[in-house]
């Protein structure tokens, strides 16, 4: 920065004087010169009045620059009249004067908030920040020094400063549970102006060995609506180069909402204050679940920020959200607290879930039960395996005689089911699995169009929201194995029988959010009458090969006696 002085002997008004400082000041905006420059060029005016001769003009000037700095710190191009001396301005220009040291010397320190997915209670990400730890001083928030750093320019060394900081930290982490978790780092609107900004951040990332597809660049929300075409731009090199992108503080200023359709992001994160304000009201609350579903819908992912409360979390997941920031799972941490947090929250964290309903309605290892609804009695018969078993459904009313899965075995859009099905009485439209998500539902019927079974779909905000995957018929009085798998990235749902592909459907929209899951029943039609064992559910759609090595997983046991139909 420049400082420049002028004297006058007094013998212009005080309106004279504020006036030609505002002259100034207008006149910045009028420069005919490149926009990069310009917005690192700004006009901060002090003015001292009415100074008696005697006084050293030492002490006139540091009135002065107390004013300019005031100026400076109220958001630059003003002018700003000294009044008296502020402890404020004092802070902030030692700040100034220490800040290029205090990064040469590894003053700033990274700390690391975790992302959680709040469903399974498993680290998700990080979102690396930075912590001044002055040696007088102390610790120094970042409330302190940050917003004075965005109004100087030096916040581009530092967002800069903190990403190599990243890199080092995730390459010492080689052979670790936590080496691949993803971390974001903010990045400043000052960056997009850079023609090299992309590049370096790529060599940095190479010089480490990092995956880009391990790092993650946040911007605020507000530099969407201040450099739209610049931000199109970087976000389209930085997803060339592998780099994630997301909008940080979503719903904090202007919505940037009309423009989610021409940013590629991958993920929006809810600002906190947007999240406290409005899950207050019933209209809040709508706009929040909108917004998210919109997000979703647009294969973005959703972060919210500031979750501190129960009542929060149970929100935000009902509203289809799973992934959340705040004080509720953890404040930013040291790096060495950090890497507890992830040991803790990368341990035996299960994503795929196994019903054998071998005699019992429990996983193997019993941290998930499923539960009987009558009003019959849980009966159990023949199994697929020898001297194994399976439920034996006996029918009833809609919901009756039913088997209750816990929701959160299916946390995701992405997902696959399977289980064998022995029909015993066909009934049309019955289900062997009924899956209700927020905004539809999935289902299994082992009889459906002309006696064939089908694998339905229903998205409950079109009005002919019906999908329909049609199978093979499924012949009493023998053992089938039926999966079904729904990809939310390219929107695919694909039904398999035997380890064969039976039926495909594309352009089928994303369901959001479980909320509940029967097995042998749904809560339309009469329930099924037949056996069900071996059910599982994966938060990932498998693919061709792993449907096929699953089923041949099955019938290639030595106690496999249900010998099942062929099917090509």
């Avoid at 005919?32 to 690192?40: H, T, V, Y």
């Avoid at 976000?235 to 021409?262: C, E, M, P, T």
């Avoid at 994966?538 to 099955?554: C, T």
Wanted: net charge negative.
């Amino acid at each position: 920065s420049k400082i420049n002085v002028v004297i006058q002997d007094g013998s212009l008004e005080h309106e004279k004087v504020e006036q030609i400082a505002a002259a100034l000041i207008d006149g910045i905006d009028t420069i005919d010169f490149r926009p990069d420059i310009l917005s690192l060029v700004s006009l901060s005016v002090g003015i001292v009045f009415d100074q008696s001769l005697d006084q050293p003009l030492d002490d006139i000037l540091a009135k002065c620059d107390s004013a300019m700095y005031r100026a400076k710190f109220d958001g630059k191009k003003r002018f700003t009249i000294y009044q008296s001396f502020d402890r404020t301005l004092e802070i902030s220009r030692n700040i100034e004067l220490e800040m290029e040291d205090a990064l040469a010397t590894g003053q700033f320190h990274v700390y690391l908030q975790p992302k959680v997915n709040m469903i399974t209670n498993k680290l998700y990400g990080a979102e690396a920040l930075s912590r001044w730890v002055h040696p007088v001083d102390g610790v120094r928030a970042p409330d302190l020094y940050i917003p004075l750093f965005q109004k100087n320019g030096f916040i581009s060394k530092l967002d800069l400063y903190v990403f190599e900081e990243v890199c080092k930290l995730k390459a010492s982490w080689e052979g670790k549970k936590y080496q691949h978790v993803p971390i974001s780092v903010n990045m400043s609107r000052l960056h997009l102006y850079n023609k090299h900004f992309t590049e370096d951040l790529e060599n940095i990332a190479n010089k480490y060995g990092i995956p880009t597809n391990e790092l993650e660049l946040e911007i605020t929300e507000s530099t969407f609506i201040k450099d739209t075409h610049e931000l199109i731009r970087v976000i389209d090199l930085l997803q060339s180069r592998g780099f994630l992108v997301s909008i940080d503080d979503f719903g904090s200023g202007f919505s940037a909402l009309n423009l989610l359709k021409d940013m590629a992001v991958d993920t929006v994160k809810i600002d906190k204050e947007f999240l406290q304000v409005s899950s207050n009201t019933a209209r809040g609350k709508t706009v929040i679940r909108s917004v998210i579903m919109m997000c979703r819908d647009l294969k973005i992912n959703v972060v919210t920020e500031g979750i501190e409360t129960k009542e929060q979390v149970d929100f935000i997941m009902r509203c289809g959200c799973p992934i959340a920031q705040g004080f509720y799972y953890a404040k930013p941490l040291p790096v060495p607290e950090f890497i507890e947090f992830a040991d803790e929250h990368l341990t035996d964290i299960q994503t795929n879930f196994h019903f054998p309903f071998n005699g019992s309605l429990d996983t193997p290892d019993h941290t998930k039960t499923a539960a009987f609804t009558g009003p019959g009695t849980l009966h159990y018969a023949p199994g697929i395996y020898k001297d194994s078993l399976a439920v034996q459904f006996e029918g009833g009313a809609m919901e009756k005689n039913v088997v209750e899965v816990p929701p959160e075995v299916i946390c995701n859009d992405s997902f696959s089911v399977s289980m064998w099905i022995y029909p015993e009485q066909a009934h049309s439209w019955s289900s062997a699995l009924y899956v209700k998500c927020e905004t539809g539902f999935y289902t299994i019927c082992p009889v459906a169009w002309e006696s064939h079974s089908d694998f339905r779909i229903r998205d409950s905000r079109e009005v002919n929201g019906w999908y329909d995957l049609s199978g093979l018929q499924l012949q009493p009085d023998i053992w089938w194995h039926y999966c079904i798998t729904y990809n939310a990235m390219n929107e695919t749902a694909t039904a398999f029988i035997n380890g064969v592909v039976v039926s495909r459907l594309e352009n089928v929209p994303t369901n959001h959010f479980v909320k509940r899951i029967l097995v042998g029943g749904d809560v339309f039609q009469p329930s099924f009458i037949g056996r069900i064992c071996e059910v599982r559910f994966y938060n990932d759609a498998l693919d061709f090969d792993e449907i096929k090595e699953l089923h041949q997983s099955y019938i290639n046991d030595e106690n496999f006696v249900a010998n099942p139909a062929m099917v090509s």
